[in-house]
């Protein structure tokens, strides 16, 4: 079946702009996760949600960081007023449950944003 | 707060057996992932562990020790399409799903 799909996969915008990153989880999957991830580095942690319930956002690095899931199947990651600092690779993921249980996440292919 | 680390590059020979280690301090641990992302790709899962000992899947194997907060990966018979990052991940009790990811080892495999 269909994988976790996200887009676009490059986004270039300049600073102070606005950029919307869409993910689509796999069907069915109850779980769905926000990562950023650096070069030569291993995923951060943003936000997550189960359903269309945001669970955790400690991860999001500022208020001009927003996520949402209002039907419980997409999400959306928003940044406002965009600084050259956003810029990095975020990834999708999805899992089709929570807690104690193996419940892999699945990863997007990710979004490049990229802040000039 | 959780704290993950592991070596940030290693070196193989094709068809050699490589350890990749783990250590991590968690506040209530909940499991432990093991990730493979070739470059420029998307994370895959390997390998999970929530009991302590082995986890024999394949060429792969995870082993982990709670009490230690250690784990490894072991790959046997090593491919050159092994060569990727490998990813520790942590999940902490009382925090759904949410892993906190290692930094990752960058295995090279040598012909």
């Known amino acids: 079946g269909a994988g976790v799909s996200q887009s676009p996969r490059y986004k270039v915008t300049k600073r102070g702009q606005d950029v919307a990153l869409r993910c689509d989880p796999i069907?069915?999957?109850?779980?769905l996760y926000w990562y950023r991830q650096a070069l030569g580095q291993g995923p951060e942690f943003l936000t997550y949600?189960?359903?269309?319930?945001?669970?955790?956002k400690s991860g999001l690095p500022n208020d001009r960081f927003s996520a949402e899931r209002p039907e419980g199947s997409i999400s959306t990651l928003t940044i406002q007023r965009t600084e050259q600092r956003d810029s990095a690779m975020y990834r999708c993921?999805?899992?089709?449950?929570?807690?104690?249980?193996?419940?892999?996440?699945?990863f997007g292919p990710g979004t490049r944003l990229t802040v000039t | 707060g959780q704290n993950i680390d592991q070596p940030t590059e290693m070196t193989a020979t094709e068809g050699a057996i490589v350890q990749i280690n783990c250590t991590y301090q968690?506040?209530?641990?909940?499991?432990l992932f093991w990730y493979q992302q070739h470059a420029g790709e998307a994370p895959t899962f390997l390998s999970y562990?929530?009991?302590?000992g082995l986890e024999e899947k394949g060429r792969f194997s995870s082993f982990l020790s709670r009490s230690k907060g250690y784990s490894y990966l072991l790959l046997k018979e090593l491919q050159m399409k092994d060569s990727a990052s490998y990813l520790c991940?942590?999940?902490?009790?009382?925090?759904?799903?949410?892993?906190?990811f290692g930094g990752g080892t960058r295995l090279m495999v040598k012909p």
């Open positions: 993921a999805s899992s089709l449950g929570t807690g104690t249980g193996a419940y892999e996440q699945y």
């Open positions: 069907s069915g999957h109850v779980s």
């Open positions: 949600f189960n359903y269309e319930a945001q669970q955790d």
């Open positions: 968690t506040s209530g641990f909940n499991g």
């Open positions: 562990n929530v009991l302590d």
């Open positions: 991940a942590v999940r902490a009790r009382n925090a759904g799903n949410m892993l906190t």
